[in-house]
Nanobody, 129 residues
Framework: QVQLVESGGGLVQPGGSLRLSCVGS????????IGWFRQVPGKERAGVSC?????????YSDSVKGRFTVSRDNAKNTMYYLQVNSLKPEDTAVYYC?????????????????????WGQGTQVTVSS
């Protein structure tokens, strides 16, 4: 059973940075997709980034492109990071990482939340002065 645990959220001032972590376990495939989503109350989860482990390529939504960077830990290849820079108040949300069996869901774009198979519990990011 795939399990995901996020950490690294917190309160940060506008313009600040955080590094979110996602530790995975139970991965039995060599190739899969890891997605990062965020959700605010009353709205659906919105994709911000994904990582395709087949071609080691990351994709970003337009709202975060140039500010967010996803990466995989070279030593622990089931650990992923989302570096979030130049944070804005509108980035405030619960951030989730997600696992998809089919790496193709992360091809050319993040994909919708419905194509991901497992989810972490989320970590709160609050951007406020």
């Amino acid at each position: 059973q795939v399990q995901l645990v996020e950490s690294g959220g917190g309160l940060v001032q506008p313009g600040g940075s955080l590094r979110l972590s996602c530790v995975g376990s139970g991965f039995t495939l060599d190739y899969y997709a890891i997605g990062w989503f965020r959700q605010v109350p009353g709205k659906e989860r919105a994709g911000v980034s994904c990582f395709n482990t087949l071609n080691n390529t990351a994709y970003y939504s337009d709202s975060v492109k140039g500010r967010f960077t996803v990466s995989r830990d070279n030593a622990k290849n089931t650990m992923y990071y989302l570096q979030v820079n130049s944070l804005k108040p509108e980035d405030t949300a619960v951030y989730y990482c997600a696992f998809a069996y089919h790496q193709i869901v992360c091809s050319g774009g993040v994909g919708t939340s419905y194509v991901y198979d497992f989810w972490g519990q989320g970590t709160q990011v609050t951007v406020s002065s």
